[in-house]
């Protein structure tokens, strides 16, 4: 990383038109040890770095000079490679780049999350031994990311952290009541608000309540996916006729006034359980029926999302992880 200090002093200096001189005595410094300074034949004294950056209404990251759209490149190229190592399920690999990262850009609050929750497993199925056996590390990086950091994912981040961390100590309580005091409910999320934004009566608003419907059915597919693969104790076989029996149901419902929105809904729901049957070495005739269920209802979906603007827009997030 290169510190441009000295060209930085000058070009400030000339803005202002200020003089080396009267620069000098405000530093209590000698007219020389300025001119070395902007030669880049010495550095400022550390104890200097504030008064400076105050003198000319600077950051001290900008009179230093750190070359930030460089810095800010290389951190997006590591979520990019980071997201796809994630996606291709190569944990090993976007930890280690995490760990990576974070030492080269300790205080940048985005690297930071990307190392603590590389750090303990992602956001789910968290071995409490591993909480247990880096909370002071993760606290640690919690109370910087809340203390410093204004992004609010980022904040809310460290807070499921902080949760995490209660529950793996056994305050379980503790650490829903964390949840209920610092992160909002459904009625007040960012898609809640936008839709009520907007009068009823109005095109804006019909398309924040398609979108809305859009993003929620695509949680509770999720949700209805997990439901059925962990809690019903069924064998993978039974696991892979249910689902059929649910997309077969979610067909009928395809007829009626709900058609566009049930084809996003079937094609999440069935894509991600063949992948889930696939992975677990489940019926490979059932996984590839489920897998062009999907496909299909989601290739009449995009069709559909050409007259309606929510569905359009919902097809650019990443709500479900479509084939």
Request: hydrophobic share 35%.
């Amino acid at each position: 990383m290169n510190i441009y200090i000295g060209e930085n002093i000058k070009r400030l200096r000339l803005n202002r038109q200020i003089t080396q001189e009267q620069l000098s005595v405000a530093m209590s410094v000698s007219c020389a040890a300025v001119s070395k300074w902007e030669r880049g034949e010495t550095l400022p004294d550390i104890s200097l770095l504030p008064l400076l950056a105050h003198y000319f209404s600077v950051s001290i990251d900008e009179l230093m000079g750190y070359d930030a759209a460089r810095i800010e490149e290389e951190i997006q190229h590591f979520m990019d490679e980071h997201g796809r190592l994630f996606r291709a399920g190569k944990r090993e690999e976007y930890t280690r780049l995490s760990e990576k990262a974070y030492r080269e850009y300790p205080n940048d609050y985005r690297v930071i999350n990307y190392y603590m929750w590389d750090k303990v497993g992602d956001y789910t199925d968290n071995d409490p031994q591993v909480l247990l056996a880096n909370q002071d590390e993760l606290l640690f990086l919690c109370r910087r990311t809340l203390e410093g950091c204004a992004d609010t994912f980022l904040r809310m981040d460290a807070v499921n952290m902080q949760g995490k961390i209660l529950h793996a100590q056994g305050r379980t309580q503790e650490a829903v009541a964390l949840y209920k005091k610092e992160i909002p409910d459904w009625y007040l999320t960012c898609g809640q608000k936008t839709e009520q934004l907007f009068a009823k009566d109005t095109p804006e608003y019909a398309r924040q309540l398609r979108f809305n419907l859009l993003e929620l059915g695509a949680f509770t597919v999720n949700k209805k996916c997990s439901e059925l693969w962990f809690c019903h104790g069924l064998s993978l076989a039974e696991k892979g006729e249910a689902a059929l029996e649910l997309c077969a149901a979610l067909e009928q419902l395809r007829r009626t006034v709900f058609c566009g929105e049930t084809d996003y809904y079937l094609g999440g729901f069935a894509s991600g359980m063949a992948r889930k049957l696939r992975k677990a070495g489940g019926d490979e005739a059932v996984a590839e029926r489920l897998c062009r269920i999907g496909q299909e209802a989601m290739e009449r979906f995009r069709a559909y999302s050409e007259s309606d603007p929510a569905a359009r827009e919902v097809l650019n997030c990443d709500f479900m992880d479509f084939p």
